[in-house]
Each structure stands twice: as C-alpha cells, then as structure tokens.
C-alpha cells in the first residue's frame, strides 16, 4: 500500500516528535507502511534504486539534521606519524566523506596517557589540532557532519605510551593476560599491570576528555564528539564487573560502576553541549578480559540515566561484532533501543541489505559501516546503484602507508573505466 507524500511526512513528523517525547514504540509493529512512508521521504538521486530509499531519508542528530541513515565507524588507521594526523589523511577523509551523512573520525586519544598503538593521532597538542584543521575544513565542504572519536586506552596500553613511563591507568590493577600490545618501540609485548586510578587521578581523565572535546570542536572545528565507550577501552573498563573491582563510589553496583562515565560525559556536555555529544557502547565485548555478568541491567540504567542529558546519539556495537571479528550469538541490542529516547546508531556487520531493513523495521535511527566504507570511499552511492563492493584488505588496516590501503581503493568509476578498457584489450 502506498501512503500519499503529505500523510507520509504527517506520520514520520508525529513519530519523530514521539519519539523525542518518549512516548512513541521504538519497533514499529506495521513495518511495510514504515518503508513506504520512508521511501516517499528519500533525498533520492534519479538513478537510485528503489529498495535502498529508506538509506536515504533524513533524521536528527542533536543539533543536526542528516539527509541520510549512514555514517562512516570510527577507524583507527595508524597512519599519523608522531601522533599527528597526517596530511593524507585529509585525501583519506575526503574520500569518504558523503554529503548529507555522519563521519566518525577514527578514535583520537585525549591525552598521551590514552595513546595504546603506534601512530595513533590525538588532540592534545597544539600541533595536532592544527593538523586537524585542513582535515575538517575539506570534510565539512563536502556537507558531511564530521564528528572526532575522543578515546583513552585505559589499561590497553604500555609504559612505553606513558608520559612517566609507568603503568599504564586502569580502574584496577588488573593485567590483561590474553593478547599483546605494539609500541613506536616494537613489540609484541604482554600487557603490563596497569595502575589503579586514584581519585585525583580521574578528575584528571575526566578534565582531559572536556579539554579534548573543547580542542575538538571549538579549536579544530568539528561538528561534535563521540565519546569512546565501547571495545573495552578506558571507560568500558570502569562499567564492566570483570574489570572494575574497586570498593569506592566508582566500584561495585552498577550505580557505582556507571558513575565514572556519566560524570564524563556530563563534563564534555557542559564544554561543548548535549547536542554535540555522541556516546558509544559494545556491551557485548568480552576480549581483553573485559566483560560484564548482566550487561542488560548495566547498560539499561545507563541509558536511563543518559536519557536526562538528551545527547545527539548513542551507538551501539551489534553483538555479533568482537572488535573487528563476527561471533554468533543470541543477544540483541533491542531493549537498548527501547529504553532509549533520542537517536539510536547501530554498528557492526551491516551490508546494505541488512542496513535497509535495520531501517525498515526501526531497529536503529541510523546504520554505521565499517570496512565496507573503509575499502568503498564512495559506499552510499554503490548502495544507490546497488553497485559491487571492493574487498577490503585486513593486511592494510593498521599499516603506517600513506597511500596503500588508506587512499588507493578504487572509486567505482575507476572500477567501471579499467574493466571498459580490460574488456577492449
Ligand atoms: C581498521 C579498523 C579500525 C577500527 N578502529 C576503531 C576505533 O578507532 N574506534 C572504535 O570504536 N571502533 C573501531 N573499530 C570498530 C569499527 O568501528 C566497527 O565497530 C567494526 O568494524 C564493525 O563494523 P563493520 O562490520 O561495519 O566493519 C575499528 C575497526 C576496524 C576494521
């Protein structure tokens, strides 16, 4: 059944403005009409397919409006020698950079103690929000909303990162016993013990990740952050049971647990504004002996909490995905969806035929790619055409090269040009 253009605006008016109130369902129960009313709203181009036009719909994000359900994962590329960004990375960003939809910048340490891998770029020195600057300016031109990945390692880190040369922060001092870490210097080394933060110790992180979020936005011009929380990193160290173990405020209920996070992001929030605030969780996680027993539980008071500062976005980690690898499993990020009241990402093992029913059915506002964008600059568009996809490339992922599985994948009218002059030799 189609729905005529001025119902089909009415009925995604009166259920966005639900939504925002919090009154409206998050699984819309009558999906065809959803679609159709979707499709009638795309922002289409005159070749695009017809099936894909939920893709191209628009949706808030804070204090944005984004033409589009897709946005681009934070990657870390390891391609900013001295932990500067690089000035290919300006080519890189601009590649990908779609009008209309989200770019998540890789994740960009706050401070040297947040660093873990080689040639990571941050954005605590004056050098490198200068190095930001030309990357934003080209990205922004594009139209595309551009949002910095703000990220402390925690304990998945080494002495060799640390401005001491110490160990390396952690809510306890708990070794991670499988894996290894690379530093500038070599490796692979063990993980060493980290230390047990004091007190002072996290008013300190929780300052740095405001005066990166300000340097982010206010210095280098992004549109907003995402606050790394996911991929049992710094702040999933602190929400998880298997790596929280402290007696103090920050340790032991999940009220406790959740404390150290909601003071950070309420303090980005004061710097740069709730609707410049993204956050992102992957309750899922396990590796890096980071998990939790009741991930639910924990991740649902969270939102509950996070509900009352009406952030831009959550994003969430699909269970399927364990950092860069696929499991299968049972969970589902459903009750996450339900009990949040503002715009839901979700991300991990999306390919456009799952991206487009993820819409459909309301499972996520908006549908985050990873390696498919990595290695396809021009993704959406090969979604409109319903275009094959390049393969990306793990052996390049993390390599320092500045062109060679950073710049070089094929555009797919590169593509089309060499097979057309293939076809003739
Ligand atoms: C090369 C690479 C680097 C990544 N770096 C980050 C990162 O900096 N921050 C983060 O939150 N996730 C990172 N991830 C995880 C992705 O954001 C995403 O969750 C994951 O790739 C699953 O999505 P996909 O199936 O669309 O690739 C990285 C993944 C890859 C492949």
């Keep these: 059944m189609m729905t005529s253009y001025p119902s089909a605006i009415k009925k995604v008016q ?49 204090d944005y409006t984004l033409e589009n359900r897709m946005a681009m994962a934070p990657l870390t590329r390891c391609r900013g020698l001295n932990m500067v960004p690089s000035k290919a990375a300006i080519t890189y960003y601009t590649q990908r950079a779609y009008p209309g939809s989200l770019l998540i910048s890789e994740g960009t340490p706050i401070s040297q103690a947040g660093q873990g891998y080689p040639h990571v770029p941050g954005v605590y020195t004056d050098e490198q929000i200068e190095a930001w600057k030309p990357i934003v300016r080209a990205v922004k031109e594009k139209g595309t909303i551009f949002f910095m990945q703000i990220w402390h390692c925690g304990r998945v880190s080494h002495s060799d990162y640390q401005p001491d040369g110490g160990a390396p922060l952690a809510p306890s001092a708990l070794r991670i016993t499988k894996g290894d870490v690379y530093t500038p210097k070599g490796g692979p080394y063990p993980f060493p013990e980290p230390r047990e933060m004091t ?83 992957s309750p899922f996680t396990t590796y890096y002996d980071c998990s939790d027993s009741h991930p639910y539980g924990l991740f649902c008071y969270l939102l509950e909490e996070l509900n009352k500062l009406n952030l831009a976005y959550v994003h969430f980690v699909e269970p399927r995905i364990q950092g860069i ?19 839901f990402l979700a991300a991990g093992g999306f390919d456009r035929e799952k991206a487009i029913k993820a819409i ?20 959406p568009r090969r979604f409109q055409l319903d275009a094959p996809l390049n393969k990306y490339d793990r052996d390049t992922f993390y390599t320092h090269d500045p ?7 094929p555009f797919l009218e590169d593509v089309e040009k060499s097979e057309s002059t293939k076809a003739q030799d």
Aim: proline residues 4%; contains cysteine.
């Design 199 to 281: 007190k002072a110790d996290i008013a300190e992180v929780i300052e740095q990740f405001a005066q990166g979020a300000e340097n982010a936005v206010k210095k280098a011009g992004f549109d907003g952050v995402e606050i790394h929380g996911a991929n049992t990193y710094l702040l999933d160290e602190f929400l998880k049971d298997e790596t929280n173990h402290r007696t103090d405020e920050y340790g032991g209920p999940i009220e406790n647990r959740c404390r150290f996070v909601l003071e950070l992001v309420k303090a980005v929030v004061d710097r740069v504004g709730a609707g410049k605030t993204g956050i992102r969780f």
């Design 325 to 343: 690898s696929e499991a299968k499993t049972a969970d589902s990020l459903a009750p996450f969806r339900a009990v949040w009241k503002g715009t």
């Design 403 to 409: 062109v060679k599985g950073y710049t070089d994948y």
């Design 14 to 62: 009166v259920l966005l403005l639900e939504r925002l109130a919090g009154i409206a369902p998050k699984m819309a129960p009558d999906t065809t009409s959803t679609a159709d009313a979707l499709a009638t709203l795309a922002v289409s181009t005159p070749d695009m397919k017809e099936d894909v036009k939920p893709l191209f719909t628009p949706t808030r994000l804070g």
């Design 360 to 379: 459909e059915t309301e499972h996520a506002d908006v549908i985050v790619f990873g390696r498919h964008w990595l290695a396809n600059p021009d993704l």
